[in-house]
T-cell receptor
Framework: EAGVAQSPRYKIIEKRQSVAFWCNPI?????LYWYQQILGQGPKLLIQ????????DSQLPKDRFSAERLKGVDSTLKIQPAKLEDSAVYLC?????????????FGPGTRLTVT | TQLLEQSPQFLSIQEGENLTVYCNSS?????LQWYRQEPGEGPVLLVT???GGEVKKLKRLTFQFGDARKDSSLHITAAQPGDTGLYLC????????????WGLGTSLAVNP
C-alpha cells in the first residue's frame, strides 16, 4: 500500500513570495490533515478535511494561508505572501474514518525556508 | 482547551540505559497514540492504546495508558542508538471530529 505522498520535499523562497504544497493521501482515506511543525516540536493542526469538506480550520492563518481538496482526494496548501515565521515543516496526514483509534499516517513533509 | 504535557522535553542517554517518557493531561481521551519521528521524516505511529490501564509491548518499548485515560507512559529498555528521535504522544477526542491533541514531544538521543 502506498503511503502519503508530498511534494516538494524542500522549498526556499523569499519573504512576500508565494508557495504551494501538494499532498496525495493513502487511497481510501477520507480525512486529510495539514500540520505545521516547528523544529523539535509537536505538529500544529492547520486544517482538517473530510472528503472535500473542511472540518476544522480554526488555526489556519486565513489572511495568508489557503487549502483545498476539490475532488476529495489530493490537496494543496498555499501561502501567499510568505513571512519569515512561516519557516517550518509542513506535514500532510490521512486517516480512515473507522472506529475510535484516530490513527493518522503521515507523509515525509515539506521543509520550507523563508529568507 | 485540552493540553497534553510531555516530559522530559529532552533526554540524552548512553546505549543500554532505560528511560521513561510521560504524557499527562487533565482531560480524558478516547485513545492515546505514540509516534516516533526521525529527522527529515513524518511521524510514524508506534502504538494506539484505548482501554484504561492497557499495557502494550513493542520489542523493547512498553506503553501504558492510565486507568483514568488521562495519562500515558513510554518505557524503553536497553536503549539503542536506533531509538534516537522525537517521541510524540497524541490523544484522541471522541467528541471533536477525530482531531488529535498533540504533545510537544520528547527529543531522545541515545549515544553509542
Amino acid at each position: 500500500e502506498a503511503g502519503v505522498a508530498q511534494s516538494p520535499r524542500y522549498k526556499i523562497i523569499e519573504k512576500r513570495q508565494s508557495v504551494a504544497f501538494w499532498c496525495n493521501p493513502i487511497s481510501g482515506h477520507a480525512t486529510l490533515y495539514w500540520y505545521q511543525q516547528i523544529l523539535g516540536q509537536g505538529p500544529k493542526l492547520l486544517i482538517q478535511f473530510q472528503n472535500n469538506g473542511v472540518v476544522d480550520d480554526s488555526q489556519l492563518p486565513k489572511d495568508r494561508f489557503s487549502a483545498e481538496r476539490l475532488k476529495g482526494v489530493d490537496s494543496t496548501l498555499k501561502i501567499q505572501p510568505a513571512k519569515l515565521e512561516d519557516s517550518a515543516v509542513y506535514l500532510c496526514a490521512s486517516s480512515l474514518d473507522v472506529g475510535s483509534s484516530y490513527e493518522q499516517y503521515f507523509g515525509p513533509g515539506t521543509r520550507l525556508t523563508v529568507t | 482547551t485540552q493540553l497534553l504535557e510531555q516530559s522530559p522535553q529532552f533526554l540524552s542517554i548512553q546505549e543500554g540505559e532505560n528511560l521513561t517518557v510521560y504524557c499527562n493531561s487533565s482531560s480524558v481521551f478516547s485513545s492515546l497514540q505514540w509516534y516516533r519521528q526521525e529527522p527529515g521524516e513524518g511521524p510514524v505511529l508506534l502504538v494506539t492504546v484505548v482501554t484504561g490501564g492497557e499495557v502494550k509491548k513493542l520489542k523493547r518499548l512498553t506503553f501504558q495508558f492510565g486507568d483514568a485515560r488521562k495519562d500515558s507512559s513510554l518505557h524503553i529498555t536497553a536503549a539503542q542508538p536506533g531509538d534516537t528521535g522525537l517521541y510524540l504522544c497524541a490523544g484522541g477526542d471522541a467528541g471533536n471530529n477525530r482531531k488529535l491533541i498533540w504533545g510537544l514531544g520528547t527529543s531522545l538521543a541515545v549515544n553509542p
